[in-house]
């Protein structure tokens, strides 16, 4: 499982443990690939390589050789690769069991399957299988099938981990099955046929549910939609079988006569299901919140033309757009950066985003859109907690786009507001603030049922924390609606 390639401007999931042989100082292996020893990847002055043992070496000669591998390189399907010559790997005083090193492109911002939308959970699924086709037509497969081994560019999936191709034996199973289920599958089947959020299930368990996990959360109903019984209720039977009677599951498969034409069968018919699917987002406030409340039509001029403003002063490396909804000021900040991350906590919006970004992905190659829930966004995860950094560690953006949430985390998520400016400005960034006043009908809207405990909550409070915590105010202006006021500050 992978979990590298993160920006260049912040620290990057790595640590020094288990690191093989006594690499140089500068060298920090990733903390999300220690499990795979014949493959492992490691950062040095910015730049991603990874680690061959004798038997990877002659893997990746087999499969880079390839021509479906270079179509794909050609593609940026797979993370673009080249193998450092003797005097480049020499320099790096590895230890003898290293027989290549690789140098990988970097990815720019790193996210997981439990921030991913739907779609593009479903594009990660479809982009594995039809990597695995592809190898498994000249005798190489993938040795194991978990999402973590793709990243997202954009709205492109990219294959990153190189190390997971091995050559594939006469008769050997497709041992990633299982692994591709409950990864992938089974999340997707619960979000299209019971509307079960995947991202809070892959949070909580990092490596997927089992087949008797997923179908505790079916009816009988669903027993018969498509997928179900065959990658479910089959599995979940062989998984009784097996733990009862202590088999060797993939000797049996090999010895009954397990050939590539029935795994290439499977492969074709998981692509034709995961196809098909559909999940029917339901409506909410913001599903078509830019166009249907009259203050943010009457306010989305002005608004556009203040943050377009800002991203014209100069280049960014990295921009972060906090409560993105449709994305449409991340797609001002697009034309100024080098790369946007766009987070909202609703799944439809991110969803809408994403499918609208990736079939528009050759003008709109540079917006990462993910599902975040800023009052509880991700943590660090897995071994140590290592293995997944929490999202303030995976890249410091330069300009934090916060427009229309402040209100929505002090007084729906009770966060004070001098708590909300503290973490914003730890980031060190150029900040835009859209402050929505108590007047304003959406404040109004939160605080309906609700006592009024929010002192602290006022433009001049605002203003106040913006400078206690080091950021002071540059501009404002005041929007039409007459309720709502930009702020843009540096620190």
Not at 82 to 98: C, I, N, Y
Not at 310 to 317: D, L, V, Y
Not at 412 to 429: C, H, K, Q, T, Y
Request: proline share 5%; net charge neutral.
């Amino acid at each position: 499982m992978e979990s590298v390639h993160g920006s260049k401007a912040s620290p990057v999931n790595s640590n020094p443990v288990g690191n093989p042989g006594s690499p140089s100082p500068d060298l920090s292996y990733d903390s999300g690939s220690f499990r795979d020893r014949a493959s492992r990847v490691f950062l040095q002055h910015g730049e991603v390589y990874r680690a061959l043992t004798p038997q990877a070496q002659r893997d990746w000669h087999r499969v880079s050789e390839q021509p479906f591998f270079e179509q794909l390189l050609s593609k940026g399907s797979v993370v673009r690769t080249r193998e450092l010559s003797a005097d480049e790997a020499a320099q790096f005083e590895l230890s003898e069991s290293t027989a290549a090193i690789l140098h990988h492109d970097r990815i720019p911002f790193v996210s997981y399957p439990y921030e991913w939308s739907f779609s593009m959970l479903r594009s990660a699924a479809i982009l594995h299988l039809e990597i695995l086709r592809e190898a498994i037509e000249v005798g190489t497969i993938l040795k194991d099938s978990s999402p973590y081994n793709v990243q997202f560019r954009g709205s492109q999936p990219v294959f990153i981990d190189i190390g997971s191709f091995v050559t594939h034996g006469e008769n050997e199973p497709w041992t990633g099955y299982r692994q591709f289920c409950e990864l992938m599958l089974f999340p997707l089947l619960l979000q299209a046929y019971r509307k079960i959020d995947l991202q809070p299930i892959l949070r909580a368990h990092l490596d997927g549910i089992s087949a008797s996990q997923f179908l505790r959360y079916l009816s009988w109903r669903d027993r018969f939609r498509p997928g179900v019984f065959t990658h479910g209720w089959l599995q979940s039977l062989l998984e009784r079988q097996t733990n009862a009677s202590q088999s060797d599951t993939v000797g049996g498969l090999k010895s009954s006569g397990f050939d590539r034409r029935l795994i290439q069968e499977n492969l074709r018919k998981l692509t034709a299901l995961l196809r098909r699917l559909k999940w029917h987002p339901d409506a909410t406030q913001w599903s078509h919140y830019r166009h249907e409340l009259p203050h943010v039509v009457q306010d989305l001029e002005v608004k556009s033309g203040f943050v377009r403003e800002i991203c014209e002063k100069h280049h960014r490396s990295l921009v972060w757009d906090l409560g993105c909804n449709d994305g449409h000021f991340s797609r001002i900040a697009a034309d100024h950066a080098d790369y946007v991350v766009a987070m909202d906590q609703d799944h439809g919006c991110v969803d809408r985003l994403y499918l609208e970004l990736a079939a528009n992905a050759g003008t709109r190659g540079n917006i990462l859109p993910l599902r975040i829930d800023l009052l509880n966004p991700s943590p660090a995860q897995g071994w140590r907690g290592r293995e997944r950094s929490r999202l303030e560690d995976r890249g410091r953006p330069d300009l934090v786009l916060c427009l229309g949430l402040i209100h929505h985390l002090v007084i729906a998520g009770n966060i004070p507001l001098l708590e909300v400016v503290d973490w914003l400005a730890s980031f060190r960034a150029e900040v835009i603030i859209e402050f929505p006043s108590k007047r304003d009908p959406m404040v109004r809207g939160l605080l309906r049922n609700k006592a009024d405990q929010y002192d602290d909550y006022s433009l001049p409070a605002l203003e106040a924390a913006l400078q206690e915590c080091g950021l002071k105010t540059q501009s404002r202006t005041a929007l039409p609606s007459g309720e709502r006021t930009l702020l843009y500050a540096t620190p």
